[in-house]
């Protein structure tokens, strides 16, 4: 069994040297008051053993990484249907693009750009009975942590802001792409976004990504198929227009947000989880990238 106890505290070290930590995202004017200087990495191994180093316990804005657990509980209601949807090409664009290209007949290019996540989240408002609640038990269940909650400042925060998403949701309604009402499925996605969890419990939950479906607890959510599409779906989009640069460095299935946080996993290994709020011109964890860089490159392991 490998001990990764080194190469994180290593990690959080030459972080805390940085001095160029990247921009806390300011367009929802709430994650703008986190403190830049945050810094928190673990790692969950295969056999349930965490290893932690700086601010890992402390919670923190999820942001899009929630779309990774909005599309994983509306796959499971329902199937392949959902690809008719919404598409699984990178976009090679930002989070928040909404061309019309983007959008050839209001499908969206992939489900982890904000677009396609609407769509996701218009899935499970029409097949959840209390939307809100059931995504929330969801992820406290494959985490086993009931303590995982919504942070409510955050999602009135981005509602009053959230344009660009209410434009998006319009457009997608136009094309006949969501079945319910834009206030509603945007009131669920704000929310969903909102989720606060801290790098110990990001590792958690996605270890159902990296144990072929099956959280700490040994219950099954999603089949090996559906593993394998989303962990592709991490690869190939969950970066926007740095997928291919994060391939690149890091070489691992992830997920960003502009809360800072990261989480990656190599499949029937580990997960790990980062967090540093200042974010890169592209909206990514400027040194959560770098940690993860290091990560994959010192210890050799990644999917390549
Ligand atoms: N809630 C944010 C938005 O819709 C999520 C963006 C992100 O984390 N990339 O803009």
Known sequence: MLDYSPIVDKIVREAKQQANKGEVASYIPELSCVDSNKFGISILDKNGKGFHAGDSGEQFSIQSISKVLSLAMAYSLAGEELWKRVDVEPSGDPFNHLSLLEMENGIPRNPLINAGAIVICDILVSN????KSDFLSYVQNIANDPSITYDDKVAESEKRTGFRNYAAAYLIKSFGN????????????FHSCSLSMSCEQLTKVFYIFMNRGNCLKNKNYLNLS???????IMLTCGFYDEAGEFAFEVGLPGKSGVGGGIVALLPNQFCVATWSPGLNKKGNSKLGM????KLT????LSIF
């Open 128 to 131: 959840l009975k209390n939307p």
């Open 178 to 189: 969501l079945e319910n009402d834009v206030e509603t499925v945007l009131d669920f996605y």
């Open 226 to 232: 559906q593993v394998k599409r989303i962990n592709a």
């Open 290 to 293: 770098l940690a993860l860089e």
């Open 297 to 300: 490159t010192e210890t050799g």
